[in-house]
């Protein structure tokens, strides 16, 4: 079996970056370059682990993070770009390359908090895939 990680950051990169909507008021990256202005999204940690089907068809289970980072005072700003994120992931759903193909996929949690500056606010969405 091959690992879909790659497959999935790819096609999760690309659907953000493909949304004018959100890129319009927040950049993507998956490496921030320095001294880069708030907000912006970035693709954060992932886990997968393997799975198996009653039918014995088998694949990873995915948990990935996408974080949105702004300077703006109080959440709305971050919340506002949570459910950007959201929206672009989830309608319409995620096709990948390689062989692979999504079979479930849901918004597993949000958060927001505060980062130890005090100053910037931080929001992470945490998606969770099955892929066969």
């Known amino acids: 079996m091959k690992s879909a990680l790659g497959i999935l950051q790819t096609a999760i990169y690309s659907r953000l970056k493909s949304s004018s909507t959100l890129t319009s008021k927040a950049p993507i990256f998956d490496a921030v370059p320095e001294n880069q202005p708030f907000p912006y999204v970035t693709l954060g940690d992932e886990t997968a682990s393997d799975w198996m089907l009653p039918a014995l068809q088998t694949g990873q289970e995915v948990v990935t993070d996408v974080h949105i980072w702004s300077r703006y005072p109080g959440y709305k700003e971050t919340k506002d770009l949570m459910s950007l994120v959201i929206q672009t992931l989830t309608e319409p759903p995620l096709t ?35 892929i066969a």
């Open 96 to 130: 990948l390359d390689g062989g692979f193909h999504i079979s479930y996929a849901r918004v597993d949690f949000q958060e927001t908090f505060r980062d130890p500056d005090g100053i910037t606010r931080h929001g992470v969405v945490r998606f969770r895939f099955k």
